[in-house]
């Protein structure tokens, strides 16, 4: 709590949904539900790319390094939520809330620029299947995952410190439930224009620069479609690219719209509502969206639930 001198002793007090104590409870049980739906779907995805060599390709490489970016997301914010909503404290350690800040800003830039990755890999899929194999190598998969881990730690290994520093004369209460780069903007007594500005600077690479990637490669996924005579064949290069179209959806229209909210009190309610649904919502629903109509998880899966089988019946005799 906050000290008579307007310190917090180091820690922030993350102020969350308290102004509805009613609405904390369901929060509360919802968001366990989806919690758990969401590591368990996310390491499904890992554990069975691992696995199944069938499932050694590019697509699900990067889709495993999509569920581990959900994983990070997930894990740096809820389970200190859950904490919150259950009992009448809402503190969280100055390191608690680096470490928060830090995996937001990471995760937040990689998974940008690993969602054009992932539509350059559908582009050559579906446009130059001949040629798949030797452009997507192993190597400059690698590469590509690399670089897209690298930016966005830079990216917050550069804004992090900037924000922090950022000066609160004392205020401690973020009206949010975990800490993010513009709920500790708002707090600040500073001018915080260069923050923002290098925000926005930073921005272009990170995010623009990626959306405008993904759109010239599922147009160009689009037209390559539509080209195809068989039904039989769009409906296979459908299904192949609306999983990833629906998941980079999901992901900017949350982010954009966030962002550019006016920084009143209604979009903050909208805020924190935004942040649960691509911090929580979104990792439980990319393993569904990419696995729903994919044959080849569907067969991994049956896999290893018969070797499962297998090893039981043999335990029985």
């Known amino acids: 709590m906050e000290r008579s001198n307007g310190s917090c002793g180091g820690d922030f007090i993350l102020l969350g949904f308290s102004d509805r104590p009613k609405l904390e409870m369901v929060l509360f049980v919802v968001n366990i539900v989806f919690y758990f739906l969401a590591v368990t779907g996310n390491w499904t995805i890992i554990f069975l790319s691992l696995v199944d060599p069938l499932l050694h390709t590019p697509m699900y490489f990067f ?10 997301y997930t894990t740096s914010s809820i389970p200190q939520m859950l904490v919150n909503l259950w009992g009448p404290g809402k503190t969280i350690s100055y390191v608690g809330c680096v470490t928060q800040l830090f995996a937001f800003l990471s995760v937040g830039g990689i998974e ?14 579906i446009c130059k299947p001949l040629h798949y194999t030797a452009i997507m190598h192993p190597q400059l998969c690698l590469q590509l995952a690399a670089f897209a881990w ?21 205020h401690c209460r973020i009206n949010h439930f975990v800490c993010e780069m513009p709920a500790i903007i708002r707090i600040s007594c500073a001018d915080t224009g260069r923050v923002e500005g290098l925000a926005f600077v930073l ?17 160009l996924v689009a037209a390559a479609v539509l080209r195809i005579q068989s039904a039989a064949g769009r409906r296979r290069a459908f299904n192949t690219g609306s999983s990833h179209v629906a998941v980079v959806c999901l992901f900017y229209s949350t982010i954009i719209y966030m962002y ?3 920084g009143n009190v209604a979009s903050q309610d909208q805020g924190k509502f935004l942040t649960l649904f691509y911090c ?3 990792p439980t629903l990319n393993p569904v969206i990419y696995t729903l109509r994919n044959k080849d ?11 499962g089988r297998a090893v039981s019946g043999m335990e029985g005799h």
């Open 112 to 125: 940008c620029i690993l969602l054009s990755v992932m539509a350059y890999d559908r582009f050559v899929a």
């Open 297 to 307: 998880v569907h067969g991994a899966v049956r896999k290893v639930l018969g070797k």
């Open 203 to 219: 921005a272009i690479p990170i995010v623009l620069v990626p959306l405008a990637l993904i759109l010239v490669s599922y147009g």
């Open 260 to 262: 550019m909210q006016p």
């Open 280 to 282: 929580l919502v979104t």
């Open 63 to 72: 889709l495993s390094n999509l569920s581990l970016l959900d994983l990070c």
């Open 150 to 170: 690298l930016s966005g730690v830079a990216n917050s290994v550069l804004m992090s410190p900037l924000t922090m520093s950022l000066g609160r004369c004392g």
